[in-house]
C-alpha cells in the first residue's frame, strides 16, 4: 500500500481569539503544522495543540512566519537574508521547547503564508530558510511546497525534504500556488479538493489549470485549518485516498524517518 501524508495548519489561535476545530482535524491528519508565535499561536496555544496531537498520534512540525500576527502571516516582508536565518531558528526552538514539555518533538518544519510563497520562487530565500532549518537539526524535515526553489534549497542543503501540494488551492501555469487576491485561488469545495488531489497523486505530477503536468515528487498534502470547509475537505480527501490504496500516515513514516 502507497503511503502519503496529511498535514494541516494549526494552534492559529491567539490569547482570546480562535480560529479553526483543531480537535476535529488532528482526528483526521497524520502531521500538525503549528504556528510559532509570530503570524498566530502563543504559549499556551502552542502547548495545548502539542499536547493534543501526541495524544493523537499526530507528528508535529514548526510552522514559522513573518512577524505580522495582524496580517496572518500572509503580508510579503523584505529583509536581509541573516535577519531571515535568525528569525526561523527562533521560531522552531520555541516549539522544541513547547513539544519537549509535553514529552513530544518537532519532527518537521514549513514556512507558513507569504513566507512560504516568496520562497517558493526565491533560490536565495530558499537556501536561507534551508540553513536555518539545518542549523537547528539536520534531521529536520522541510516540507516544501512541491517543485519550489524551496524543495530545491532543501535537496541542496541535504535536508530530508518532502514535497507538498494542496488540497483547498488552486494552481497556475508555472505550478505555484494561484494568488489569495484572485477570487478563484481557495477551493471551498470537498469534492473539487479531493478530484484535485488523486489527480495530482496519481499523475505524480501537478497538473495546471490548461492541463500540463509539472513532474514532482509528493509526500505530503495540505489542508488549511482556517476556513469553514477545511475539516470536510480534509475528510473527503482521505476517503477518497484510502478507496485509491493509499494509506494515510504521519510525515517521518512517509519520509521513511520513523
Do not use: W
Request: aromatic share 4%; glycine share 10%; with cysteine.
Amino acid at each position: 500500500m502507497k503511503l502519503i501524508n496529511l498535514n494541516a495548519d494549526m494552534g492559529e489561535g491567539y490569547g482570546q481569539y480562535g480560529i479553526g476545530n483543531d480537535a476535529a482535524m488532528l482526528e483526521v491528519i497524520g502531521s500538525a503544522n503549528v504556528a510559532c508565535g509570530y503570524h498566530a499561536g502563543d504559549p499556551l496555544v502552542m502547548t495545548a495543540t502539542a499536547r493534543l496531537a501526541k495524544e493523537k498520534g499526530v507528528s508535529i512540525g514548526a510552522h514559522p512566519a513573518f512577524p505580522d500576527l495582524q496580517g496572518f502571516g500572509r503580508r510579503k516582508m523584505v529583509l536581509p537574508l541573516d535577519e531571515l536565518e535568525a528569525m526561523m531558528v527562533y521560531q522552531i526552538g520555541a516549539l522544541m521547547a513547547v513539544a519537549a514539555s509535553q514529552g513530544s518533538r518537532v519532527s518537521h518544519v514549513k514556512p507558513h503564508g507569504a513566507l512560504n510563497n516568496m520562497a517558493a520562487e526565491d533560490m536565495e530565500m530558499s537556501r536561507a530558510i534551508a540553513r536555518a532549518v539545518r542549523s537547528v537539526d539536520p534531521g529536520l524535515i522541510l516540507l516544501a511546497t512541491a517543485g519550489s526553489c524551496l524543495c530545491k534549497a532543501g535537496i541542496e542543503l541535504g535536508l530530508p525534504t518532502a514535497g507538498e501540494i494542496f488540497a483547498d488551492r488552486t494552481y497556475d501555469e508555472q505550478g505555484n500556488l494561484t494568488s489569495r487576491s484572485l477570487p478563484h485561488a481557495v477551493i471551498h469545495d470537498p469534492e473539487q479538493s479531493a478530484e484535485q488531489i488523486l489527480s495530482f497523486v496519481q499523475a505524480g505530477k501537478i497538473i495546471t489549470p490548461s492541463g500540463k503536468g509539472i513532474e514532482t515528487p509528493i509526500h505530503s498534502i495540505c489542508v488549511h485549518g482556517d476556513t469553514a470547509e477545511a475539516v470536510a475537505i480534509a475528510h473527503r480527501v482521505k476517503e477518497r485516498l484510502e478507496q485509491a490504496g493509499y494509506r494515510l500516515a504521519p510525515l517521518p513514516e512517509v519520509m521513511g524517518l520513523a
